[in-house]
């Protein structure tokens, strides 16, 4: 059984920075995709940063150069560094195993809040 749990969400200033971790167990971590996705209020859910199972990583064009996702096989956990962090980055976000890319994941966490107020 896929079991995902993050941690790290907060509230931050403006330009600040947060960690999220998501612990990941029930499949092999290394051989599928992992990631993070975002839900805004009123908005769909769309993917950050993807780590794929080929080791390749992905980032959305709005957090190019300020987000970075890592993954520790070891631990089977999965990190996304935050750093410039923008009020347009306030929402709940989710870790996700089995993703489709930046698109879609079949499993997910059960999301861990981040605010951002200017």
């Known amino acids: 059984q896929v079991r995902l749990v993050e941690s790290g969400g907060g509230s931050v200033q403006s330009g600040g920075s947060l960690r999220l971790s998501c612990a990941a167990s029930g499949y092999t971590y290394n051989r599928v995709c992992v990631g993070w996705f975002r839900q805004a209020p009123g908005k769909g859910r769309e993917g950050v940063a993807v780590?794929?199972?080929?080791?390749?990583?992905i980032h959305a064009d709005s957090v190019k150069g300020r987000f970075t996702i890592s993954q520790d096989t070891a631990k089977n956990t999965l990190t996304l560094q935050m750093n410039s962090l923008k009020p347009e980055d306030t929402a709940m976000y989710y870790c996700?195993?089995?993703?489709?890319?930046?698109?879609?994941?079949?499993?997910w966490g059960q999301g861990t809040q981040v605010t951002v107020s200017s």
């Open positions: 780590i794929d199972s080929d080791g390749s990583t």
């Open positions: 996700a195993a089995y993703c489709y890319g930046l698109q879609y994941a079949e499993y």
